[in-house]
């Protein structure tokens, strides 16, 4: 932080008490206690954005020295760790976050429960919550962006109401996703995408890089490499090690040209259906060589040839 508010906390405060008590919130969050104008630089900047710092604080920032020293003691730091994490975010970002008394109280007690300050400021761990602050994605309104459409996420009547937290990290990767295809997602891809996000998390790297993938031709279904639980142990990881070598051969055929974005899913689909059956092994070597285009000889006409 700057010096004349590091001075003016060591006077109030003291510097055995900011060492001793305060030192991992100082550490952590100091650089975001700045002063412009004669008072606290705060999250959002504007008189409403004040006025919320000051409800969910205790003090105004016109008095930043008594401002920064309430941030401090308020709720073990945690309530300093929001305020960093809104810090590093875009005007738009605080200004959604900010617009009012109850939405702040609503996000900060959503990152307060969170995983990464449980044990306290001092041991964040799984730190993924303060990119929510960052990255969430908005719309030109200044309201939250669903990929898909919001039916694709929920009914519910508002943007708060239809992104239940526990779905937050999934908005963040599916839209990722979504901006790494290049492709808007439709809401039947969306839905699915939202329903089996934690079994298909692993899966998006090829959904990105098969654009031709959606809800309505190949997709990983039923029949995701997670249907591989089905066998006894030592056969998934043969089972897997087939469907991830399959779906990486089919994305390198697609990145080379030997297949369009129709034939790769198509050919995802096959290596997804794969999975089902008894004899995998009889069945990946069917596939592969339907995505060599049925000749025998597999190795000129393999995908992965044609990228070498």
Known sequence: ????????????IGLQTLATVHADALWLYGDAFRVSAGKAAVPGGVAAAEEVWTKLVGSSPQDPVRFFEALLKADRGRLAAFYAALSQADAAHQRFFLKDMAHARRYYAWYHDSEELRAGIGRPANVWRPMVFRN???????DIRFPGG???????????EALLPTLFEALLEIDRLERERGIPLDTDSAKLLVRNFVEWRSLFPYIAALPGLGARSSRPSTHSPNSAAGYVRPAQNVVLGQW???AA???????AGSLDDAAAARAFGRVCRSLASKDHSASALAALRAIAGGSANLTKRSPAVCCA
Do not use: F, P, Q, Y
């Open 1 to 12: 932080m700057g010096h004349e508010t590091a001075a003016a906390l060591a006077r109030r």
């Open 136 to 142: 969430l994605s908005l719309d030109e309104t200044g």
């Open 150 to 160: 919001r039916a694709a996420w929920s009914a519910a009547g508002s943007d708060d």
């Open 244 to 246: 991830h070598s399959l």
């Open 249 to 255: 051969l089919i994305v390198l055929g697609s990145k």
